[in-house]
T-cell receptor, first 112, second 114 residues
Framework: SQKIEQNSEALNIQEGKTATLTCNYT??????LQWYRQDPGRGPVFLLL?????KEKRKERLKVTFDTTLKQSLFHITASQPADSATYLC???????????FGAGTRLAVHP | DAGVTQSPTHLIKTRGQQVTLRCSPK?????VSWYQQALGQGPQFIFQ???????QRGNFPDRFSGHQFPNYSSELNVNALLLGDSALYLC?????????????FGSGTRLTVV
């Protein structure tokens, strides 16, 4: 079955550093991969979408890469800030683009 | 511009009862999806509605049913509640299939079954 894996351990980094989160998937060849941010008690917030024919996508301090050979996506936050502390979810569009399959998320903590 | 609105925000029900959760999609969106999120897990797809019909369903029993109204709002119904149904229920809306702009999620309904 389709499976998405994200680092289960929390990522702790110092303010100003670059945070890198990993998303690996198996048994699937997604055409689209999305990243969401989720704060405690809130719904996920859409951040970035990358297509299978795109290697890299940027938005302000965010950068996503998509390697369909390795079946992996990397999510980078440069010049991280304490306000970036949250859980980040990776999701693949599946089922004829009708449903999102989410990873369990990685919790990021940025320390001043 | 109002995003996705869900009600109620919190709910406590007893095993065996039935519950109805409501969702109003973001203005301009025509597709509504429902997800269940257990603590510490990613959201799990329940089903999606488009043009008042269930377009796709995830691996959830028939106790979970839904409806979409002509104004695109949606309801999620769960019958014969089990303790394991306790979770955060999220509604997500999109224009068509969310392949260009992602999905907009509501803040969810926290359901506790006792």
């Amino acid at each position: 079955s389709q499976k998405i894996e994200q680092n289960s351990e929390a990522l702790n980094i110092q303010e100003g550093k670059t945070a890198t989160l990993t998303c690996n998937y198996t048994n699937y060849s997604p055409a689209y991969l999305q990243w969401y941010r989720q704060d405690p008690g809130r719904g996920p917030v859409f951040l970035l979408l990358i297509r299978e024919n795109e290697k890299e996508k940027r938005k302000e301090r965010l950068k996503v890469t998509f390697d369909t050979t390795l079946k992996q996506s990397l999510f980078h936050i440069t010049a991280s800030q304490p306000a970036d502390s949250a859980t980040y979810l990776c999701a693949l569009l599946s089922g004829g683009y009708n449903k999102l399959i989410f990873g369990a998320g990685t919790r990021l903590a940025v320390h001043p | 511009d109002a995003g996705v609105t869900q009600s109620p925000t919190h709910l406590i029900k007893t095993r065996g009862q039935q519950v109805t959760l409501r969702c109003s999609p973001k203005s301009g969106h025509d597709t509504v999806s429902w997800y269940q999120q257990a603590l510490g897990q990613g959201p799990q797809f329940i089903f999606q509605y488009y043009e008042e019909e269930e377009r796709q369903r995830g691996n959830f029993p028939d106790r979970f049913s839904g409806h979409q109204f002509p104004n695109y709002s949606s309801e999620l119904n769960v019958n014969a509640l089990l303790l394991g149904d306790s979770a955060l229920y999220l509604c997500a809306s999109s224009f068509l299939q969310g392949t260009n702009y992602g999905y907009t999620f509501g803040s969810g309904t926290r359901l506790t079954v006792v």
